[in-house]
């Protein structure tokens, strides 16, 4: 079962493997103005963005909830799950390069999308483990659309992850960040596997 506790040492356990570090999203100036440049990019509304995405920006992860506190917007699994999911486009970043992975994220809705499906992939593995269930992957994918994504990025992110779902029904978890967490779960957490 989670508790505040085990999530606070799940993410810090996912910090060190990774190199990350968390900050409260609404106390940044930063994030004041990242806001400000997707709303002038019309990639998504500044006061949406503010309160309710956690975004990662090089190997900082800006949270819009207080880290183990089970709120009803931000239950204690969907705290595991968007560690896991952020903690994934770190490793987008380190294996394309910061500069790179950055600039096509803000600049081109394509690999905005594609990186997205990648990191919901993550999603998709943690409830597969967790449920034994897959998600609404069309519903998953339309989401994008909050993102500045086009039609044609939506449908080639729910391709992608209904190739993923396939792959992960035969017993295939591929993303790092799933791994990772998965092995820390089962070693820490008795009973959230559900499946």
């Given at each position: 079962?989670l ?6 040492a ?24 990242v ?26 992860i ?5 880290l ?8 204690l699994?969907?705290?595991v799950?968007v560690?896991?999911?952020e ?27 594609g990186?997205?499906?990648?990191a919901?992939?993550?999603?998709m ?32 992110a ?17 993303n ?9 779960l ?6 959230l596997?559900?499946?």
């Amino acid at each position: 079962m989670l508790t505040a506790e085990l999530v606070k040492a799940f993410w810090a356990h996912m910090q060190n493997e990774f190199g990350s570090s968390v900050e409260q999203k609404n106390d940044s100036a930063l994030m004041e103005a990242v806001a400000g440049f997707l709303e002038m990019l019309s990639i998504q509304d500044k006061e949406t963005f503010l309160k309710d995405f956690v975004t990662t920006l090089g190997r900082t992860i800006y949270i819009p909830f207080e880290l183990g506190a089970d709120d009803p917007r931000w239950p204690l699994w969907n705290q595991v799950r968007v560690c896991v999911h952020e903690h994934q486009h770190i490793v987008q970043g380190e294996r394309e390069g910061w500069a790179v992975f950055d600039s096509r994220y803000l600049t081109s809705s394509s690999f905005r999308a594609g990186y997205e499906a990648e990191a919901y992939g993550c999603d998709m593995e943690m409830e597969w483990w967790h449920t034994g269930q897959i998600f609404d992957i069309a519903g998953r994918a339309a989401g994008l659309k909050a993102y500045g994504c086009s039609a044609e990025d939506i449908a080639q992110a729910e391709q992608a992850l209904t190739i993923r779902a396939g792959v992960l029904t035969q017993g295939g978890v591929s993303n790092l960040a799933s791994l990772e967490a998965i092995a820390w779960l089962e070693a820490n957490v008795t009973g959230l596997r559900i499946a």
